[in-house]
């Protein structure tokens, strides 16, 4: 309840995405690099849902270092692969590839 019509509707998709479980073949826009590995990256890919983007799904061509194509505060769009034991594995390759083919389109 509020009388900001645009702060109740910031509210209720805040809400709604905390809330929100990651679905496999998604594509999430605008994720934070939260950390880099030497086999990847994380990612929040919804508020509090960290997943894992590893560093052959970076690029499509080969990834030598994962600092190559992100550090952390970037911002990256992904692709969920695989939903497995509370653990997500995504793909920035995937999401590039997806979104250029929309653009094709």
């Known amino acids: 309840m509020g009388s900001d019509e645009e702060n109740v509707n910031g509210a ?3 809400i709604q995405s905390s809330v929100e479980v990651p679905e496999a073949g998604a594509v999430y826009r605008g994720c934070l690099v939260k950390s880099v590995k ?3 990256c994380f990612v ?3 508020p509090g849902k960290e997943a894992l983007c590893h560093i052959s799904e970076l690029s499509a061509g080969h990834t ?10 970037d ?10 034991d509370n653990k997500v594995r995504v ?3 995937a999401a590039d590839a997806e ?6 389109s």
Do not use: H, M, N, P
């Not at 030598?64 to 505060?73: A, F, L, N, S, Y």
């Not at 979104?99 to 094709?104: N, P, R, S």
């Open 12 to 14: 209720v998709a805040y």
């Open 38 to 40: 030497d086999f990847g």
């Open 44 to 46: 929040e890919i919804l």
């Open 64 to 73: 030598k270092k994962v600092t190559d194509v992100c550090d952390v505060g």
């Open 75 to 84: 911002v990256i769009d992904v692709k969920v692969l695989e939903l497995r």
């Open 91 to 93: 793909s920035k390759r």
């Open 99 to 104: 979104t250029a083919g929309a653009l094709d």
